[in-house]
Nanobody
Framework: QVQLVESGGGLVQPGGSLRLSCAAS????????MDWYRQAPGKERELVAT???????NYGDSVKGRFTISRDNAKNTVYLQMNTLKPEDTAVYYC???????????WGQGTQVTVSS
């Protein structure tokens, strides 16, 4: 079992930056593919970024070139660096882990990101 705790959300002006962190406990992250999802009010949850155990990355079209996902397995933490933020990036951001050995998956509780002037 893995417990995921996101942090780093908050209120930022358009054009600003934030770095989200997802700290894992209860297991070692190096066997998990990791994702960041987001959900805005009234919208479906959407995939923002993925990083595999081999550190391959993939991004949603709306964040390509602005967001960067990374992982530090020694710290059991995954990050999402978000630059040039836009009001449409406003959402609750969730960390997701999928075990590559047994396909079990886990979600964090989410962290709110609000982009507004």
């Amino acid at each position: 079992q893995v417990q995921l705790v996101e942090s780093g959300g908050g209120l930022v002006q358009p054009g600003g930056s934030l770095r989200l962190s997802c700290a894992a406990s209860g297991s070692f992250l190096f066997i998990y593919n990791m994702d960041w999802y987001r959900q805005a009010p009234g919208k479906e949850r959407e995939l923002v970024a993925t990083i595999t155990t081999g550190r391959n990355t993939n991004y949603g079209d709306s964040v390509k070139g602005r967001f960067t996902i990374s992982r530090d397995n020694a710290k059991n933490t995954v990050y999402l660096q978000m630059n040039t933020l836009k009001p449409e990036d406003t959402a609750v951001y969730y960390c997701h882990a999928k075990n590559t050995l047994n396909s079990n998956d886990y979600w964090g509780q989410g962290t709110q990101v609000t982009v507004s002037s």
